[in-house]
């Protein structure tokens, strides 16, 4: 019989309500005196709306470094974690679970890209897994990055992995029900795991089980520290590589290393396609048109990427990345029906999922829970009609004006009047109302 959205699911020993969760997306929130507020305003809608599982977006490991835009929240801070409570609290309440996705970015972190942090911290390092490919360091001669990375020691590879551990310890601490690995969208998990970044010679690098084995000591450090809490990670086939890289991980590849997974002990994961450089592989749809023109955004652009030229540069490969990867409905359910065929976990699937009856076609074949994310900003309380009203379709129009401004720091927001419009017209109708 094949799953319902409604069913639960069981993923690690815990029972998740339903079958649908809100994907990771940046909060913007960071961590002042705001941020636990400014979590709670923007996820408790999603727990009230009825979605079973939230994944609150990624947050980052250690106190420096690592973030691969501007407000991402931290949680290496007892004190600050402890204070999640809340948040953890606020979604229980409605009868919801939440995860929290640990990330590091790596060579993707704004040391790497983002001009003004740049200057402001002179001192912080670049995390790398190994050398840069020569890919990589002929965009640092050309000037259209700033490459200078710490390339990471075995005894450094260990340290930071027990800094995964010591964030999932207070998660657990703080209420939070899962934790999820940023294994994707170029982080340093994926650098780990990428042929195209790990030229590595240690423990750490070379055949496909040497490269997953940083995951491999996330996963020890994090059962020791925080015991059998739900451990997903997400899980890369770096399938939109340039044509000029040649080596990354293919299908295939990506197939193997979430059977590895399995075989240490993940309780879950998430198959995602996309590149091996951050581009618009990892969101697809439309050019963000207004977002680029849009006048509150021009001074956080020219901070962001060093200047007016600069901007109309990356806006032009901005436009030109829109046409290689127009939306595609579901662009990784063939990943995850591959991975789904040869592992015995729940597999997660997200990426262009935008309706009830596109939901009810990848349950029980692709997939054993379905993920929504960028619709989330246009409609905090989709669940209830997603829940509620098949054959419901999002009015997300994946024009991408939410993502292109959280460079500057803006939260992530519909800005689109026509999807506004449509969602106003809904509120009106009391189609986000639902009986808890």
């Keep these: 019989m094949s799953s319902r959205l409604e069913d639960p699911v069981d993923i690690g020993g815990l029972t998740v309500p339903n079958r649908l969760y809100r994907a990771p997306l940046l909060e913007c929130a960071g961590n002042g005196p705001d941020a636990v507020d400014t979590l709670i305003a923007e996820l408790e809608p999603t727990a009230e709306s009825g979605v079973g599982l939230i994944f609150q977006g990624a947050t980052i490991v250690r106190g420096e470094g690592g973030c691969a835009a501007p407000g991402m929240t931290r949680v290496h801070d007892d004190e600050f974690v402890a204070e999640l409570s809340a948040l953890t609290d606020a979604v229980h309440d409605h009868g919801g679970r939440i995860a929290i996705q640990l990330e590091h970015g790596g060579l993707r972190s704004m040391e790497t890209w983002h001009a003004e942090y740049r200057e402001a911290n002179p001192g912080l390092e670049q995390l790398a897994v190994s050398r840069l490919p020569w890919q990589l360091r002929a965009l640092d001669r050309s000037g259209f990055l700033s490459y200078d990375p710490h390339v990471l020691s075995t005894a450094e590879v ?192 997200e990426g262009g999922i935008r309706g009830r009856e596109q939901i009810d076609r990848l349950l029980g074949d692709a997939c054993d829970a379905v993920g929504v994310g960028r619709p989330f900003y246009a409609e905090p309380r989709l669940g209830a009609r997603l829940l509620d009203e098949p054959p419901a379709r999002t009015v997300c129009e994946s024009c991408n004006n939410c993502t292109v401004p959280q460079v500057t720091g803006a939260p992530g927001v519909c800005r689109t009047p026509s999807v506004l419009a449509a969602r106003g017209r809904l509120e009106k109708a009391g189609a986000y109302d639902r009986e808890e």
């Design 158 to 349: 260990y340290d930071l992995a027990a800094d995964f551990g010591a964030a999932a310890e207070r998660a657990v601490n703080a209420g939070y029900d899962m934790v999820h690995l940023a294994g994707a969208n170029m982080g340093i998990v994926q650098q780990f795991l990428s042929p195209f970044y790990n030229r590595r010679d240690d423990e750490f690098g070379g055949s496909h089980r040497e490269r997953v084995r940083f995951l491999e000591v996330v996963h020890d450090e994090i059962r020791e520290r925080a015991g059998d809490i739900p451990l997903v990670t997400k899980v890369p086939a770096e399938t939109a590589a340039p044509a000029l890289v040649r080596r990354h991980l293919s299908l295939g590849d990506g197939v193997r290393i979430a059977e590895l997974l399995c075989e240490i002990g993940y309780d879950a994961v998430v198959p995602v396609q996309g590149s091996v450089v951050w581009d618009m592989s990892i969101v697809r749809g439309e050019f963000p048109e207004r977002a680029w023109s849009d006048e509150r955004f021009q001074t956080g652009y020219d901070a962001a990427f060093g200047g007016r030229f600069r901007k109309r540069l990356v806006a032009a490969l901005n436009r030109l990345q829109s046409r290689r990867y127009g939306f595609e409905p579901g662009w990784n359910a063939d990943f995850c029906r591959r991975v789904r065929d040869r592992v015995d976990v729940p597999v997660l699937a």
